[in-house]
């Protein structure tokens, strides 16, 4: 017979039973029940159940009988479950309603303890961290980022296809023994598995976005993307104006063939074009103070070409020997191809402005205080290859309620280099060689001439265990250790993880409603190393230094989670107090996007901080979420300068912004719930910046400004799958809306980065690179 431990009995639509496997169906989407068929029983614990999905196998059978256990699900259709130490529920429909760009992965920037200064890229900084120290996988498969971009303009499109998502896990720290080697965070992505036809498609002024997912058969299921992008409208609002050309491609599929319920292979394909050209023809620029207002005039001539090509090919085999077993075996092929190649010249003009409130030039130029030409060139090519092999268990011992997970991998990188890159800059001629008259050789700003090519060979095994601790309190500990092996310098480390977590009030009832609330505390921490990439062996010169040591970090989280109801809707606070003790630094300097490492491991540093997050619905049926971090991070480096070993003061980290909030707030009409509105607020504190790299030893009073931004979107949803019109040609729309974006609605001047340019005196002034300015978009989506 069939019973349950809940007084509400689910909708259960099919119990079969093939080769002793249970199979069973399920449509209503929220399932809390025991079923049990005869005496003898196994259990099994389901972490969620989704809308008409068949679960299989369920669990082995002794003789005629079985006992099934299904969790308390809060799994709803068409949703994304983003957990970790920082975990909420939010549908998936309201990622389309966010205002962005487009990039894949501008959802984390929106997670406490995340920031990033530029709203055209799609990297991001963790609790002090640099772009580089993120680790990102999509099924499995660990994705990488360019190597060569510069600015984010360049940078394309990310990866992570956000129409594909089906749910992600989010690590801001203490992350893991399965998951690799890097020191501040992890994205973990999974894509749909689909079970129906569902599609999809949207348009805007900057791209087009389409996707289309279908399981034709019982054994066979396919998912496929398809993104264009072309900002130059957005671009068109930079200082710098000319002929911005870029295209950005992407296209993905996950092909899936399930020939029983024990094997499923997979098949995960992509092939991403971001083509970049632009050729520059003017910039003014005004900058400085109310006491002294500065203007940049330039005229430029020349092109600019970037091209970022990558592939991955990855298949997976998965066997299950019984429900409480999975192998699974994980390969991957990533390529890319990347050139930078740019030759651009320009004279330029820089004065002072007329600041004289009562005079008839206010605001222009009053007097020329430098001029000079500067040309920068570049031929730079880099291509990788990176082969990934890996072996993933997971095993449930029923008895004891204890989860084993382990993971061996070998990975295989190969780069071919070659970097041509100098720089000269003339105020005056100032870069005539002096006291030689008769020798007209040019003194260049900057010079780099190098090639090599590099192989490395990475072992990599990983072993962790969930078991159950204080039954009373829900309380679980996380023990586990990784241990690499890396060709390239032969280096071994060691990396033991742990987290724990309970629940204090578990089974307490706290109200008259019967509701059951929830107060998880956990702490979680360990021993991390992030071995050197490409990137962190190429010195400011172009000189590759492949002994280079790993970088290491040690992490110790407290964070609490407080579920909570106010206006009869649930609520959920989330707190973290952190620290990280960072030992074999290597010192770098950022270039709006593109970090310049010094190639060696001469400094130490810390970072802490308070991540706080409040999530929930606000406003009746739609999510929204307030976060606030506060973060100190600092750094002390070791270096010989005449001959003289030299310690510096303890100096801030280039990613030290002290202060980072985010908003991301829905309403809509009380009288018209067909109209809503969507705003995301971004506040991230200044941060120091180095106008000349080789200065990066010493305490800098130059600051990048604050980042402070404002994007809002207003949509109609035109109809939805239960308020659509009754065309026949309308039949299998379910839902569809239009929006109107106002990015930068308060037109604010962020800066990136600054250029240097000299006067007559040859002083050096930093000119701000400013991004995007305010403008409009108008989206329409269409969901089948």
Wanted: proline content about 4%; some cysteine.
């Amino acid at each position: 017979m069939i019973t349950t431990d809940q007084a509400k009995k689910p909708m259960i639509k099919q119990l079969i039973k093939i080769d002793s496997l249970f199979y069973i169906t399920d449509n209503s989407g929220m399932v809390c029940t025991n079923l049990e068929i005869g005496r003898h029983h196994t259990s099994i614990l389901i972490d969620s159940f989704e809308q008409n999905r068949t679960y299989f196998p369920i669990v082995g059978v002794q003789g005629d009988t079985v006992k099934v256990y299904l969790t308390a699900s809060i799994t709803q259709y068409n949703a994304i479950k983003l957990s970790g130490e920082q975990n909420l529920l939010f549908n998936k429909i309201t990622l389309k309603f966010i205002p962005s760009f487009g990039n894949g992965t501008d959802f984390v920037k929106l997670m406490p303890g995340v920031f990033s200064q530029s709203e055209l890229t799609s990297q991001y900084n963790v609790r002090g961290g640099n772009y580089d120290e993120n680790l990102v996988y999509v099924n499995d498969i660990e994705i990488y980022r360019p190597q060569l971009v510069r600015t984010g303009q360049q940078e394309g499109l990310s990866f992570i296809n956000p129409d594909l998502i089906n749910n992600i896990k989010f690590y801001p720290g203490g992350f893991e023994a399965i998951y690799g080697d890097k020191l501040s965070s992890v994205l973990d992505v999974k894509y749909l598995q689909p079970d129906s036809f569902t599609a999809g498609f949207s348009a805007g002024l900057m791209g087009v976005n389409a996707f289309i997912a279908d399981k034709p058969s019982e054994k066979v299921s396919y998912l496929f993307g398809a993104r264009y992008r072309a900002n130059n409208y957005l671009l068109n609002s930079l200082d710098v104006k000319g002929q911005y050309n870029p295209r950005f491609y992407d296209l993905q599929g996950v092909f899936t063939y399930k020939p029983n319920f024990r094997w499923t292979l997979s098949y995960l394909g992509n092939l991403g074009l971001n083509l970049f050209s632009f050729v520059p023809v003017s910039q003014t620029t005004r900058f400085g103070t109310i006491n002294r207002a500065l203007q940049l005039s330039v005229a430029y001539a020349g092109l600019e070409q970037m091209n970022y090509i990558n592939g991955t090919n990855a298949i997976s085999i998965s066997f299950k020997p019984d429900i409480n077993t999975e192998i699974k075996y994980v390969g991957s092929l990533f390529n890319s191809l990347e050139n930078e190649y740019y030759t651009v010249r320009g004279a330029y003009d820089l004065g002072e402005l007329d600041n004289n409130l009562g005079s008839d030039n206010f605001g222009k130029k009053a007097l020329t205080i430098g001029a000079g030409y500067f040309i920068n060139h570049a031929r730079n090519d880099l291509q990788s290859y990176v082969v990934n092999n890996g072996i993933i268990g997971k095993h449930f011992n029923q008895l004891t309620k204890v989860k084993t997970e382990w993971r061996i991998d070998y990975k295989r990188e190969a780069f071919e280099d070659r970097v041509l890159e100098w720089k000269y800059n003339d105020s005056a001629e100032v870069n005539i060689a002096p006291f030689a008259p008769n020798d007209d050789s040019l003194n260049l700003s900057q010079y780099q001439n190098s090639s090599a090519n590099l192989l490395n060979n990475q072992w990599s095994a990983a072993l962790q265990k969930i078991i159950p601790f204080i039954k009373k309190y829900e309380g679980a500990l996380n023990i586990g250790i990784r241990g690499t092996y890396r060709s390239l310098g032969n280096h071994y480390f060691f990396s033991p993880r742990f987290r724990f977590t309970c629940n204090p009030w578990a089974n307490r009832i706290l109200d008259s409603s019967n509701t059951h609330k929830k107060l998880q505390l956990n702490i979680n921490g360990g021993y991390y190393y992030q071995p050197a990439y490409y990137r962190e062996m190429r010195n400011l010169a172009g000189v590759l230094n492949t002994d280079i040591l790993p970088q290491k970090s040690i992490h110790l989280t407290l964070g609490v989670e407080y579920f909570f109801h106010i206006w009869g809707r649930k609520f959920k606070y989330t707190g973290d107090i952190y620290g990280k003790y960072l030992d074999d630094i290597i010192p770098y300097a950022i270039e709006n996007v593109r970090i310049r490492y010094f190639a060696i491991n001469n400094g130490r540093g810390y970072a802490a901080g308070f991540d706080n997050r409040i999530y929930g619905e606000f406003i009746k049926n739609l999510e929204s979420w307030f976060n606030l971090a506060f973060l100190t991070t600092k750094e002390q480096f070791t270096y010989t300068k005449d001959g003289i070993i030299t310690t510096t003061p303890w100096l801030r980290r280039p990613t030290d912004a002290r202060v980072v909030g985010s908003i991301f707030f829905q309403d809509d009409l009380p009288n018209n719930k067909t109209f809503r509105m969507s705003m995301m607020l971004t506040f991230a504190s200044s941060v120091p910046f180095y106008f000349i790299e080789a200065n990066r030893y010493t305490a800098t009073t130059n600051k990048i400004p604050s980042y402070q931004r404002v994007d809002i979107g207003f949509q109609k949803l035109i109809f939805t799958a239960e308020k659509r019109p009754k065309a026949k040609w309308l039949s299998q729309v379910e839902n569809a809306f239009i929006s109107l974006d106002v990015f930068n609605l308060l037109g604010n001047n962020n800066i990136i980065s600054y250029n240097i340019f000299k006067d007559y005196a040859n002083n050096y002034y930093g000119v701000p690179n400013y991004l995007t300015g305010r403008r409009l978009n108008l989206r329409l989506f269409i969901g089948f």
